[in-house]
Nanobody
Framework: QVQLVESGGGLVQAGGSLRLSCAGS????????MAWFRQAPGKDREFVAV????????NYADSVKGRFTISREFAKNTVYLQMNNLKPEDTAVYYC????????????WGQGTQVTVSS
């Protein structure tokens, strides 16, 4: 069974920074892409950023472009989300997810980590 474990969330003032980590473990698993999603109270879960594991290509939601950076570290099976210039509207539970193949949905999800940005 594949497990994804997020860490790095917390409370930060507006304009501050946080770095989230998502470590994958378990049986050998295929990775086409890994992504970050978030869900604010009373809202649907939304896409934040994705990275193609082999190529390193990335894509971002418009709301975070220029502020957030997704990256990965092969040796540690870990994906990161560097979040700068945080805004109160970034407050949410952040989830990482794994997409095994190009055609698959996101097969595995982490448990989530809370990010709270105070004004």
């Amino acid at each position: 069974q594949v497990q994804l474990v997020e860490s790095g969330g917390g409370l930060v003032q507006a304009g501050g920074s946080l770095r989230l980590s998502c470590a994958g473990s378990g049986r050998t698993f295929r990775r086409f892409a890994m992504a970050w999603f978030r869900q604010a109270p009373g809202k649907d879960r939304e896409f934040v950023a994705v990275i193609i594991w082999d190529s390193g290509s990335t894509n971002y939601a418009d709301s975070v472009k220029g502020r957030f950076t997704i990256s990965r570290e092969f040796a540690k099976n870990t994906v990161y989300l560097q979040m700068n210039n945080l805004k109160p509207e970034d407050t949410a539970v952040y989830y990482c997810a794994l997409k095994s193949t190009f055609l698959s949905k996101y097969d595995y999800w982490g448990q989530g980590t809370q990010v709270t940005v105070s004004s």
